[in-house]
């Protein structure tokens, strides 16, 4: 059985030239990934891209699985700056205006490189990087249960728990389709619409 190539960096950059390597290294991966997919990201390919050689690719990533988990750890840590953001903002609206501001959020997020996004969903299982999209996904479920938990009076008996998982895996999900698979939805008009729609039905579970 062939081993699993190394997703991990070899190095640090720590300083500013390293970090300007580095940073062309997993912009030109995330370029090649979207305009020509995962099988034509050679890190010869990569290198050419970036503006360097592949002997210094090399000095910092061991192989193409590493430059690809690195983008996607920088998109997530993108789209989880974005998620923070609005989670921190909400802690003291009533039900109906934070859940229409983490809807509207969610799509947001979505809409940060969607391309990219969708070629990232294929690889995290090939890079090993599914821990990092569940640390993710934890943090995100206990941001939102701690605040379904300040806002008890304003809903319905329910446990929290289960509430959250309900309302985090809607959002989710209408955010995610909307965004990759049904681009007619996206015109401002279209987007306004699928956030009151998404907005009534978690807050109707809700209450």
């Known amino acids: 059985m062939a081993s699993k190539p190394p997703t991990k960096p070899r190095k640090n950059a720590s300083q500013e030239r390293s970090r300007v390597t580095v940073d062309a290294l997993v912009e030109a991966t995330a370029r090649i990934l979207v305009k020509e997919g995962f099988e034509k990201a050679s890190t010869n390919r990569i290198a050419e891209v970036a503006g360097v050689s592949v002997g210094s690719l090399y000095q910092y990533f061991p192989s193409k699985e590493a430059l690809v988990a690195a983008v996607i750890d920088r998109h997530n840590e993108e789209i989880m ?12 609206f009533p039900i109906e205006k934070a859940v229409r501001k983490l809807v509207t959020v969610a799509i947001e997020a979505h809409r940060i490189n969607p391309k990219l ?28 249960r701690a605040y379904l938990e300040s806002r008890r009076k304003e809903m319905r008996r329910i446990d929290p728990g289960l509430a959250t998982f309900i309302c985090v ?34 807050v109707g579970y809700l209450r």
Request: hydrophobic letters at 50%; proline letters at 1%.
């Open 117 to 144: 996004h969708r070629v990232l969903a294929e690889q995290i299982p090939r890079t090993g990087q599914l821990a990092y999209v569940e640390a993710f996904n934890r943090e995100v479920h206990a941001l939102v």
């Open 81 to 92: 700056q974005v998620v923070r953001a609005a989670l921190a903002e909400v802690a003291d």
């Open 169 to 202: 895996s809607t959002i989710e999900a209408v955010a995610h389709n909307a965004v990759l698979n049904q681009a007619e939805l996206l015109s401002e008009k279209m987007v306004r619409t699928l956030v009151d729609e998404t907005t009534r039905m978690v």
